[in-house]
């Protein structure tokens, strides 16, 4: 949604910014909703109902869907996978698939969205791919508790991320704004079906009010919660070598998952060196889920 009338200065109101903000905001609403009905396909998956799910966002990365589907049967007991590719490359989407089949892990192909064309709107493709999945897959086999993973986050050690909805109605990284808005990062986030007062959720990006994917929650479901509805997840970020700076490229640990975090490493920065600094990353992690015990 848009800041809130009261936010924009004098010089922002003579110069219409309220007025273009809403006309943007309802027309990527407008065009996101079109085409989730347009592609509205319920999944039917029976082995879902009434269990605990993890759903996870694949796009164009074989490799780390293999990696994070061979950690999650390993560290993470009583919860069922499902991949929801959001791939534009055909040939990533085969592979992807072939993985999960050989896996029995369930797979479902997101339908094409309007966001693709550019990397810079990859945060409302994510979106897109999120609220198709939570239309069709969890709203249509009603799992009892529902998780949302980024495809480059693995469980390291034993655990179970479903522990934190116990006391809880969601649960996950809490990513916050200096108003005390705040919303779950959907590439770890959480939802105890059975305490949501709505299950309209809305996990497009909310930039026109400083929130990226996930952020239109806070209207829809976040703001109606109290404090003891939110378990937030431990977070610390960590350094890729010692020789890169943070702020190039970084880790993350969130509730003891690493996560590549491929995007914190900006999209602007010279080519040649985000490639470097990508490659090092994913050599990184590999090395360390290779060092792991069976």
């Not at 879902?48 to 007991?77: C, G, H, Y």
């Not at 990397?119 to 994510?126: A, N, T, Y």
């Not at 709505?198 to 497009?204: A, E, K």
């Not at 010279?270 to 992690?285: G, H, I, W, Y």
Request: aromatic content about 10%.
């Amino acid at each position: 949604m848009p800041r809130a009338l009261s936010k924009y200065t004098i010089r922002e109101w003579f110069r219409l910014r309220p007025l273009v903000d809403r006309k943007n905001h309802a027309r990527y609403q407008v065009r996101e909703q079109i085409a989730l009905a347009k592609h509205a396909s319920p999944m039917r998956f029976p082995h879902l109902r009434s269990q605990n799910v993890l759903i996870t966002i694949s796009f164009n990365d074989p490799q780390v869907i293999e990696w994070q589907i061979k950690m999650i049967a390993r560290n993470v007991s009583g919860a069922i996978q499902v991949v929801a590719d959001n791939s534009t490359n055909l040939a990533a989407r085969d592979a992807i698939r072939d993985i999960c089949s050989a896996a029995g892990v369930a797979f479902a192909a997101v339908p094409a969205n309007p966001w693709t064309r550019r990397e810079q709107d990859g945060g409302k493709s994510h979106g897109y791919a999120l609220n198709w999945a939570w239309r069709n897959v969890v709203l249509a086999n009603r799992p009892s508790m529902a998780g949302f993973l980024d495809h480059d986050i693995f469980p390291t050690a034993t655990t179970n991320p479903f522990r934190m909805l116990d006391r809880a109605a969601v649960a996950g990284l809490v990513r916050k704004a200096p108003d005390e808005r705040w919303y779950l990062w959907p590439g770890f986030a959480f939802f105890n079906l059975g305490r949501l007062p709505t299950d309209r959720l809305n996990f497009g990006r909310d930039w026109l009010d400083g929130f990226d994917t996930g952020g239109l929650n806070w209207h829809c479901l976040y703001r109606a919660l109290g404090n003891e509805d939110l378990c937030a997840a431990d977070y610390e970020r960590t350094a890729v070598a010692a020789d890169v700076a943070m702020d190039e490229a970084l880790f993350e640990r969130i509730d003891g998952w690493l996560h590549e975090s491929r995007f914190t490493t900006d999209i602007d920065m010279a080519p040649a060196r985000r490639q470097q600094l990508l490659e090092l990353k994913r050599r990184s992690v590999l090395h360390t889920l290779m060092a792991l015990p069976a």
